[in-house]
């Protein structure tokens, strides 16, 4: 019996993918569970598993886009066990039959049933009226390459000079959005800078009780995100957006988190951050930093988010000015921690210092709301103990 597989919906905004991979070849005997294939959209990447045992015939090819509801693939549920298993020698066979065998210098292996939509047929020679579409593209883009003096064509070299490939329906969002947020949104930044010794005290001291008791390390980002709920809460207008002609104001505090994976940039959302404590913050986050490297992420996790936290100071760098994340209308960037001379009560001392750095909707926030609020988390983390007490 022939199964298809058909690419399922994964989210109700979300018409399309790409297949980023085939985990089986096409032919090979998959298991009932098995990962065949993942489906990367503008949200999420899925993997899709074999709802049977059998053979697998592919019949889209990795890197190409396919509708929702499109079938990629059929599974023979019926030819499993044939291909795994040699065929049983019939009672009237002599011994001479395996040994006729044996003489052939390659033995043909068993075959599979042939796939439900017949193979694209092989390339026809050069020497044919037509070379296919894909070897023509070839040919006119090594032409263009030559003649913009990118390469000799005698020269083998030339050919590898640079490459062409699909973006991603991931990567094509995070363009489309930061473009968008760019030419619809009256973006402006604001910058401060914190002392990090009393978080890092703080953290140092309590690790290892925190690790006991909750299974989980302590970071920084939930003082971050706990420093930001106080902000919000006292900056109110930070956590609204602008629908149309109408001021939308959130009265919940659900906090994005930007996390960089090989895909490209996905923001999973912790909700009610308001409501939880630092342990539950911090197994959010382990949960979804398992889920993005495992390419797990799901589309509700990405969704609801009211305010953004990108943190570029995991990659060095030492500032930034991050770009909203429509249709919200703040982003709070974080930093490298580095140590700097500063001034404290007419002393110069070093310490390790965060630059902060508030990108925000100038359409409905003004100055000093951002500073306000810029200034609110400074103290949060300069006086964590604040945090803790609620204050």
């Known amino acids: 019996m022939s199964l298809e597989v058909k690419i399922p919906s994964v989210g109700e905004s979300i018409t399309s993918g790409l297949i980023s991979a085939w985990h089986k070849a096409d032919g090979e005997s998959v298991a009932k569970g098995d990962a065949i294939l993942t489906i990367d959209t503008d949200k999420v990447s899925t993997d899709l598993t074999a709802a049977e045992s059998g053979v697998l015939h592919i019949l889209v090819p990795a890197g190409e886009e396919v509708a929702i509801g499109q079938i990629v ?65 070839a040919e006119a883009n090594h032409s263009l390459d030559v003649l913009k003096g990118n390469g000799d064509p005698s020269s083998p070299a030339a050919e590898g000079r640079f490459s062409r490939k699909k973006m991603t329906p991931l990567r094509r969002k995070i363009a489309a959005q930061l473009v968008s947020a760019q030419h619809q949104a009256a973006i402006l930044t604001t ?53 149309g002609d109408d001021l939308i104001q959130n009265h919940y505090y659900d906090v994005g988190v930007a996390v960089g994976t090989e895909k490209g940039l996905m923001v999973p959302v912790v909700r009610d951050a308001d409501q939880k404590s630092f342990a539950q913050l911090e197994k959010d986050l382990a949960g979804y930093a398992l889920k993005a490297r495992e390419g797990k992420i799901e589309f509700q996790d990405l969704q609801g988010g009211v305010f953004t936290i990108s943190n570029g100071g995991i990659y060095g760098s030492l500032l930034s000015t991050p770009i909203l994340n429509p249709p919200q209308s ?55 103990m604040r945090l803790m007490l609620g204050l």
Request: with cysteine; net charge neutral; hydrophobic share 45%.
């Open 73 to 137: 693939a059929t599974i023979e549920t019926g030819a499993a066990s044939a291909a795994a298993a040699p065929a049983a020698a019939p009672s009237g066979q002599t011994e001479e039959a395996p040994k006729a065998k044996s003489k052939s210098s390659s033995p043909a292996p068993a075959k599979a049933e042939p796939p439900a939509v017949e193979p694209v047929a092989a390339p026809a020679p050069a020497s044919a009226p037509s070379k296919g579409l894909a070897a023509a593209v």
């Open 191 to 243: 910058f401060n800078e914190c002392d990090m010794s009393s978080v890092m005290k703080l953290r140092a001291e309590m690790q290892e009780a925190f690790v006991a008791e909750h299974g989980v390390k302590l970071g920084f980002m939930s003082f971050f995100i706990k420093a930001v709920v106080s902000g919000l809460q006292a900056c109110p207008l930070i956590n609204a957006r602008i629908d």
């Open 330 to 384: 703040g982003i709070l960037g974080m930093h490298k921690i580095q140590e700097r001379p500063v001034a404290v009560k007419g002393q110069v001392v070093v310490r390790p210092m965060m630059y902060l750095a508030l990108s925000y909707d100038h359409r409905i926030v003004d100055g000093k709301e951002a500073v306000t609020f810029l200034i609110r988390v400074k103290d949060c983390i300069e006086n964590p």
